[in-house]
Antibody, heavy 119, light 107 residues
Framework: QLQLQESGPGLVKPSETLSLTCTVS??????????WGWIRQPPGKGLEWIGS???????YYNPSLKSRVTISVDTSKNQFSLKLSSVTAADTAVYYC???????????WGQGTMVTVSS | EIVMTQSPAALSVSPGDRATLSCRAS??????LAWYQQKPGQAPRLLIY???TRATGIPARFSGSGSGTEFTLTISSLQSEDFAVYYC?????????FGGGTKVEIK
């Protein structure tokens, strides 16, 4: 069945760029009607949608993060990626990748990866 | 941005009892409301979408209702594996937002 797996550094210095990749297995990232998103959860807090991408490259971002976020897709590797620039301690969180069909909820999630912003 | 407010923040329930969780939207989201369950150290799991449709493999003891701005998740007879945090989420537009969560604890 379809699985998603996040990967990337667990520690990022303040003011630097956080970079994560989500690898999709058991299915194609180029499947019609499916979007691929990033969601984060600060320790002990709730969930925040960061943005989503379609395999064609169309992106949708949370306005609160839009100036610092870039989401890209590599269909040849069945992966999509997140870059968040100028990070601060407030960006410390578990970052999840997930799938959703158009304007529908997230039905398949990765296990999440903890990213700490600290010098 | 549509703000989602969940109540109560925590709920103590005995196994076998019914739990009722509420979610309110700051403006109408039509029926575009989902519920997720999250256990410690795990990713959220989709329970309900479209306000009342159970996701694949979700037991019938979970049910959702409501429309517009007021929504409810009911767990009819709590099992030990149901003690977790539950989040509602609206997806009425691309800026999808989550509620703050309700923690269901063992009484």
């Amino acid at each position: 069945q379809l699985q998603l797996q996040e990967s990337g550094p667990g520690l990022v210095k303040p003011s630097e760029t956080l970079s994560l990749t989500c690898t999709v297995s058991g299915g194609s990232i180029s499947s019609s009607n499916y979007y691929w998103g990033w969601i984060r959860q600060p320790p002990g807090k709730g969930l925040e949608w960061i943005g989503s991408i379609y395999y064609s490259g169309s992106t949708y971002y949370n306005p609160s993060l839009k100036s610092r976020v870039t989401i890209s897709v590599d269909t040849s590797k069945n992966q999509f990626s997140l870059k968040l620039s100028s990070v601060t301690a407030a960006d410390t969180a578990v970052y999840y990748c997930a799938r959703h069909a158009g304007v529908l909820p997230f039905d398949i999630w990765g296990q999440g990866t903890m990213v700490t912003v600290s010098s | 941005e549509i703000v989602m407010t969940q109540s109560p923040a925590a709920l103590s329930v005995s196994p076998g009892d019914r739990a009722t969780l509420s979610c309110r939207a700051s403006q109408s989201v039509s029926s575009n409301l989902a519920w997720y369950q999250q256990k410690p150290g795990q990713a959220p799991r989709l329970l309900i979408y479209g306000t009342s449709t159970r996701a694949t493999g979700i037991p019938a003891r979970f049910s959702g209702s409501g429309s517009g701005t007021e929504f409810t998740l009911t767990i009819s007879s709590l099992q030990s594996e149901d003690f977790a945090v539950y989040y509602c989420q609206q997806y009425n537009n691309w800026l999808r937002t989550f509620g703050g969560g309700t923690k269901v604890e063992i009484k």
